[in-house]
């Protein structure tokens, strides 16, 4: 989450109370910088080396019936999803109420105007980046796009797909995070957005040659290209064909992120193949809206991981809004080849450079615990020392653990309980011992501080699930596994120097 005193010097040209601060990086910010108003914004913020984490999510409505809500609880609008959304270095949303105080002149009857104030509870909930390039980002006016403008920059917010004219408008925000450059473009797809012109305010529309060449235009001044869609067919929860086909020109383009909303409800994201794989969400749905209805109160946020080579990872999850009241995000599991961040699951997409450091002859000839299955020699408790961990089988022997479950079979063919344990390498000493394991282990590669392992029955060696345990201080915290299949390794796959869990060919 970009910290707010790095957004200052964009904030300094509007009149306005100073930001809300959120949490944030504490090194020395890099001043931001900006040119004249509503062009091309840039600004700076130092997490870990050459990779940003990038949230996003769909419609944000302050307006209407979420307006009451925002006055009489407005500390409990996001309390619930602050901390997720201050876990990404830059979060972004599509911002579907103008911030103005003006009348409602659009034909549409669907006023959705919100107090500019408003603008303060972004800020608190940890956003950075909103796009205002929808259809009703004008329904005030032309003032009311740059009143929203004022409202977030006033906040310490950028936004994006809007402008004082359209050049402005069409323009990207580029957020620098630690030498990594993110550009993020913004464009309407309804066509009933408030168009700018070359002498009026409004929003980006989606022009196929235009948006080509602003791609090409940020694609030369940025790492990674992330481009904001409005648009597509209302409570359809299925990918919509024709934001499937903007997805599609818009990664021939160049896009490495393709973030749709619009329908207000979630549909699936999807990645297009290629030298640089494209993370496709044609809707993210609504994550704050005033429409009661199930599936219009439950949205999709989408993260990924990126690097200058576009996007290493990303996960997927669910944020319901019941009461206009944001709840906490769940994450979903990954579909295929995944990693383990931060004792969270993410979806690889594209091959990370990974191995199962295997476990020396003369290792596995002085460990005297029992019969090996799967050994693998690392660093487990990240102590800079060489563990050696070792699956292994011994004679079944009644202990609290086992004896707790009476009625579950213990013991395999011969006899035997499984068991997994980690000792230092050079003598062979115990750090950590399993006493009877639940599931045995079939396969297994020690990572940096973790292990990664698959799963299979006492008696049957197909793996039925895999994971990871990370190793907290005394012992293994045990995240959720995986089910079905897959090989465990470990790869860098953050860029932090440390080997981390990774699940292949699932």
């Known amino acids: 989450m970009l910290a707010a005193a790095l957004l200052l010097a964009v904030a300094a040209a509007c009149d306005g109370a100073a930001p809300t601060t959120a949490e944030g990086p504490t090194t020395t910010p890099v001043p931001a910088t900006t040119t004249e108003a509503g062009t091309t914004t840039t600004t700076t913020v130092p997490p870990s080396e050459g990779v940003g984490r990038i949230l996003l999510v769909g419609d944000v409505m302050l307006g209407r019936g979420v307006a009451p809500i925002v006055a009489g609880d407005p500390d409990g609008v996001f309390e619930h999803v602050r901390h997720s959304i201050a876990q990404a270095d830059v979060a972004a949303a599509n911002l579907e109420s103008p911030l103005t105080t003006r009348p409602h002149v659009s034909e549409n009857p669907n006023a959705l105007e919100a107090d500019p104030a408003a603008a303060s509870l972004l800020a608190a909930a940890g956003f950075d980046v909103v796009s205002v390039a929808n259809n009703h980002a004008g329904d005030a006016g032309p003032e009311s796009v740059t009143d929203t403008i004022e409202a977030a920059d006033s906040a310490g917010i950028l936004t994006v797909g809007g402008g004082w004219d359209a050049t402005a408008a069409g323009a990207p925000v580029i957020v620098d995070v630690d030498g990594l450059t993110i550009a993020f473009l913004a464009f309407d797809a309804t066509q009933q957005g408030l168009a700018a012109t070359a002498t009026s305010a409004g929003i980006a529309r989606y022009q196929g040659t235009e948006a080509e060449e602003r791609i090409a235009d940020a694609r030369a001044s940025a790492d990674v290209v992330i ?43 999807s990645v297009l193949p290629g030298q640089r794989p494209v993370v496709v969400a044609t809707s993210l749905g609504n994550f704050l809206f005033d429409q009661e209805r199930e599936i219009t109160e439950t949205g999709a946020v989408l993260e990924v991981l990126v690097d200058r080579d576009g996007v290493i990872a990303y996960r997927t999850g669910t944020s319901r809004h019941p009461q206009q009241r944001a709840e906490p995000i769940t994450w979903d599991l990954p579909p295929g080849d995944a990693a383990l961040l931060d004792l969270e699951w993410w979806q690889l997409t594209r091959e990370v ?140 796959v953050d860029h932090d120097g440390l080997a981390d869990p990774v699940i292949l060919h699932r």
Request: glycine fraction near 10%.
């Open 227 to 269: 481009v904001s869609v409005h648009g597509g067919i209302e409570y359809l929860p299925e990918s919509d064909p024709a934001m499937e086909r903007i997805a599609a020109d818009l990664s021939a383009w160049g896009a490495d992120v393709v973030w749709g909303h619009g329908s207000h409800v979630a549909q699936p994201v």
């Open 353 to 492: 450079p990974a191995q199962a450091p295997q476990a020396s002859a003369d290792l596995l000839d002085r460990f005297d615990g029992g019969d090996v299955t799967a050994a693998s020699t690392g660093d487990v408790t990240g102590n800079d020392s060489e563990e050696l961990v070792v699956s292994f089988r011994r004679p079944f022997q009644a202990n609290p653990v086992n004896s707790a479950f009476p009625d579950r079979d213990w013991r395999d063919e011969e006899g035997r309980s499984a068991h997994l344990g980690a000792y230092v390498a050079d003598d062979l000493s115990p750090v950590w011992v399993a006493g009877t394991l639940f599931r045995p282990i079939a396969t297994l590669a020690a990572c940096d501080g973790s292990v990664a392992l698959a799963f299979d029955d006492l008696d049957d060696p197909t793996v039925v699930a895999t994971g990871a345990w990370v190793w907290q201080s005394f012992g293994f915290t045990i995240p959720v596994e995986l089910p079905g299949s897959g090989t465990p390794a470990c790869g860098d």
